[in-house]
């Protein structure tokens, strides 16, 4: 009896994710953020919280708002890039609270515009873009907890990496001197590594048990994402922007999943062992409605943008027809073997509203200073249950742009932070349960440069 639960406590910084008396076991939770609005894109709108749904009007416009393409008089280059992320993950609230940091390199955008020589006509102009909106690859969490009360001595890690990256096609054409409309096809490229591994040792009275669990997913899925945009002149000084992408389709996908959840208790023992090289992966982008307006004061201009991300109804995001093999042994050291079903993994998102505030001040023709301010909501809707975990962000950026002419660079940083809802978890093999909580600090460098021919 004691050993039909024995699966199920070695999981202490995760849900419980294996159900020996049902006779079903899933993908354990992780440490993934999938939020959408942290990542800082643009030479000149990073810096400003990415509050440029109005005010695009280059190559970086196939990203913010493929309308403003029309502005570009002739053909230009863009390039951004978060330098290095300096990224703080903790996990507080158990007794083994630990944490670490990590720099890592990660690209954001590039971008063109293809206006005069390439495109003669003055109203319409074209564009390709590479950008990678979504990214999360903070450091490997490490625990561990030595428990003279039970005799327990218990080690965990973990590393997880999540991105999206969406190579895209534009066009922005102008009805009007004051109205532009524009248009885009997309193909969002979203991968998903997770680690995780969990050894646990007991020892009672004469006996010892002992547990040990890898788990291990590496996948991505492809979906076709259509978007609509425009941008309207109120006068000279205040603009406005609107944008709309559909949710995303599903054009393909897989991942690579193997698990090992093995506990021995003396001669007794139960083991658990999985692996489809080709599991179905599936991960939903949302619809995107966003709505900006800006106002030009002298030297300075500044603009607000409202972006909205919907929900998206309970999907499968796992699944898998390959059975895990479970090897059981009992007391005389006889062994018996039987099959576990995959239970699917079923994934839920929540609407979500976030908020950026950008501007610059313009020292002189070359020479700009940049701020913003932006909110990153979580849209887990289940965070008690979801692979997920739930942390609303806060963030901000500032940096200065320089050059004139044909040739234009800027340098700055940008961070974010938050701290997610408890989560229960445990019970470990002595025993011992609680309640987590993730915390976030990221800090990012950030260069661009941009070239009109």
């Known amino acids: 009896m ?40 643009g030479h000149r709108e990073g810096l400003e919280a990415n509050a440029f ?31 290095y992320e300096f990224t703080s ?21 590039f971008g063109a515009v293809l206006g005069a020589p ?44 999540f991105s999206t990256f969406i190579p895209a096609l534009t066009a922005g054409l102008k009805l009007t001197d004051r109205v532009r409309v524009g248009a885009g096809v997309g193909y969002a490229y979203t991968s998903l590594y997770q680690n995780q591994s969990i050894a646990d040792r007991v020892l009672t009275g004469s006996v010892v048990t002992t547990g040990f669990r890898d788990f291990e997913t590496d996948g991505n899925v492809g979906n076709l994402v259509v978007t609509g945009s425009a941008q309207v002149d109120l006068g000279e000084r205040v603009r406005l922007g609107a944008l709309v992408s559909a949710p995303g389709v599903r054009i393909a996908g897989s991942s690579r999943v193997t698990y090992q959840n093995s506990v021995f208790r003396g001669a007794e023992s139960r083991d658990i062992a999985f692996r489809d090289d080709e599991m179905t992966f599936d991960y939903k982008p949302p619809l995107l ?23 998206r109804d309970a999907y499968v995001l796992f699944s898998s027809d390959v059975p895990a093999a479970l090897v059981t042994t009992d007391a005389t050291g006889t062994p018996s073997e039987g099959t576990l079903a995959f239970a699917d993994i079923v994934e839920e998102t929540k609407a979500v509203t976030n908020v950026s505030v950008g501007g610059h001040y313009a020292v002189s023709p070359s020479f700009r200073v940049h701020a913003g301010f932006f909110t990153d909501n979580s849209p887990v809707e289940h965070p008690e249950t979801s692979i997920f975990r739930a942390v609303d962000l806060t963030g901000f950026s500032a940096g200065v742009s320089f050059g004139a002419g044909k040739l234009t660079a800027s340098a700055g940083v940008s961070g974010s932070r938050g701290t997610g809802a408890g989560r229960e978890i445990g019970p470990t093999l002595g025993g011992r349960e609680g309640v987590t909580k993730i915390k976030v600090r990221t800090l990012n460098l950030l260069y661009a440069v941009s070239y009109a021919f």
């Not at 909106?133 to 590393?159: C, D, K, M, Q, V």
């Open 53 to 83: 749904l109005a005010r695009a009007d280059d190559a970086a416009a196939s990203w913010f708002n493929p309308a403003g393409l029309s502005l570009s008089e002739k053909s230009q280059l863009s390039a951004s890039a978060n330098a």
């Open 289 to 311: 409605a966003g709505i900006g307006a800006a106002a030009r004061f002298g030297q300075a201009e500044v603009e607000v943008d409202v972006r909205y991300h919907g929900s």
């Open 2 to 41: 004691r050993l039909a639960g024995l699966a199920t406590p070695l999981l202490l910084a995760t849900a419980r994710s294996v159900s020996a008396q049902t006779g079903d076991f899933s993908v354990p939770a992780g440490s993934v953020l999938p939020n959408y609005d942290r990542i800082s894109i």
């Open 118 to 161: 390439v495109v003669t006509s003055q109203k319409l102009r074209l564009g390709v873009s590479f950008t990678k909106p979504i990214s999360w690859s903070p450091s490997r969490i490490e625990g561990a907890i030595e428990s003279p009360e039970t005799n327990e001595s218990f080690l965990y890690s973990a590393y997880v990496s």
């Open 89 to 109: 993950f903790a996990l507080e609230g158990a007794d083994f609270t630990r944490g670490g940091t990590r720099f890592s390199s990660i690209g954001s955008y």
